[in-house]
Nanobody
């Protein structure tokens, strides 16, 4: 059974930083696409970033490009999201997800496995 567990969320002031982690278990994810999404109340789930298995291909949403950095450690089955220069509009529940594919997709319904989410709140 595949499990993804996010951690690292919390309350931070605008301009601050947080690093989210997503630990996977149940199988080896080294060949899969891993990504980050977020969802604010009343809004659609939003793609943030994704990375292929080698880390050689990464994609970012325009809203986070230059501020967020995705990385992964396949030896630990763990995905990370370093978030800098946080803004109040970044407030949301953040999710990691896995797509058992080789091509990065932005559409959240393409992803096969999801974590439970971690809350990030940015105060102004």
């Amino acid at each position: 059974q595949v499990q993804l567990v996010e951690s690292g969320g919390g309350l931070v002031q605008a301009g601050g930083s947080l690093t989210l982690s997503c630990a996977g278990s149940g199988r080896t994810f080294s060949r899969y696409i891993m990504g980050w999404f977020r969802q604010a109340p009343g809004k659609e789930r939003e793609f943030l970033s994704a990375m292929n298995w080698s880390g050689g291909d990464t994609v970012y949403a325009d809203s986070v490009k230059g501020r967020f950095t995705i990385s992964r450690d396949n030896s630990k089955n763990t995905l990370y999201l370093q978030m800098n220069s946080l803004k109040p509009e970044d407030t949301a529940v953040y999710y990691c997800a896995i797509d058992a594919d080789i091509t990065i997709q932005r559409w959240w319904r393409k992803y096969d496995y999801w974590g439970q989410g971690t809350q990030v709140t940015v105060s102004s």
